[in-house]
Nanobody
Framework: QVQLVESGGGLVQAGGSLRLSCAAS????????MGWYRQAPGKKRELVAS???????NYADSVNGRFTISRDTTRNTVYLQMNSLKPEDTLIYYC????????WGQGTQVTVSA
C-alpha cells in the first residue's frame, strides 16, 4: 500500500502561482508514472500533468507552458508548479501514482479568483 499526501492548494488571484506537493509513503522508484489530475464537481477527472519513470513529461493543452511537473526522489515527492493561474483552474487537484494499480491522494482545492 502507498499513501499519497498532497499539500499546497489554496486561494490565489488570477495571474498568481501555487506549488502543489505530493509526498509518497515509500520510494517512488517503482512507479511507472506519477502526476496530477483535476476534477470539477460532477465531472470526469482530467489529466493535468504526468511524469514517467524515465522522466518524460506530459501536459494537458490547457496548462502547457504554465504548469511544470517535477520530482525529488530523495523526498519521494512530486511537485506541480502552477504559474499564470486562471479562474478556470479552480478545481480539486488529485495526485496519482501508478504501478500495477493506481493510487490516489485525497485531493487539494485550488481556487483562483478573478
Amino acid at each position: 500500500q502507498v499513501q499519497l499526501v498532497e499539500s499546497g492548494g489554496g486561494l490565489v488571484q488570477a495571474g498568481g502561482s501555487l506549488r502543489l506537493s505530493c509526498a509518497a509513503s515509500r520510494s517512488i522508484f517503482s512507479f511507472t508514472a506519477m502526476g496530477w489530475y483535476r476534477q470539477a464537481p460532477g465531472k470526469k477527472r482530467e489529466l493535468v500533468a504526468s511524469m514517467s519513470s524515465d522522466g518524460s513529461t506530459n501536459y494537458a493543452d490547457s496548462v502547457n507552458g504554465r504548469f511544470t511537473i517535477s520530482r525529488d526522489t530523495t523526498r519521494n515527492t512530486v511537485y506541480l508548479q502552477m504559474n499564470s493561474l486562471k479562474p478556470e483552474d479552480t478545481l480539486i487537484y488529485y495526485c496519482f501514482a501508478r504501478e500495477l494499480r493506481v493510487y490516489w491522494g485525497q485531493g487539494t482545492q485550488v481556487t483562483v479568483s478573478a
